[in-house]
């Protein structure tokens, strides 16, 4: 069974594209939930907010990993991609 490399090249594209509009929308929801934190923050205190601000600094610790994930596996997605555009120019396939 022959592989379709161009099929291939498409579909790993279309994959980092979407990837990439994920992490940019959850990106940008994160700054915008954290510009929310800070004002909360600011405006109450005790020991209520600052359970809630620990809880609130964790979520914003686990986005940023989600997307820094995200960021690395779209570069492994663009090396690939990279070689087998490589491979393909070269009638390697």
Do not use: P
Request: proline residues 0%; aromatic residues 8%.
């Amino acid at each position: 069974m022959a592989i379709n490399v161009e099929q291939l090249i498409a579909g790993l594209k279309e994959y980092r594209e979407t990837l990439k509009r994920q992490s940019d929308a959850i990106t940008a929801a994160s700054e915008s939930l954290n510009l929310r934190f800070q004002h909360l923050w600011n405006e109450y205190g005790g020991s209520n907010a600052e359970r809630f601000q620990a809880h609130s600094m964790r979520t914003l610790r686990d986005i940023e990993l989600c997307t820094d994930t995200s960021r690395t596996l779209e570069r492994f997605l663009d090396e690939r991609i990279e070689e087998l555009e490589k491979q393909t120019r070269l009638n390697q396939f």
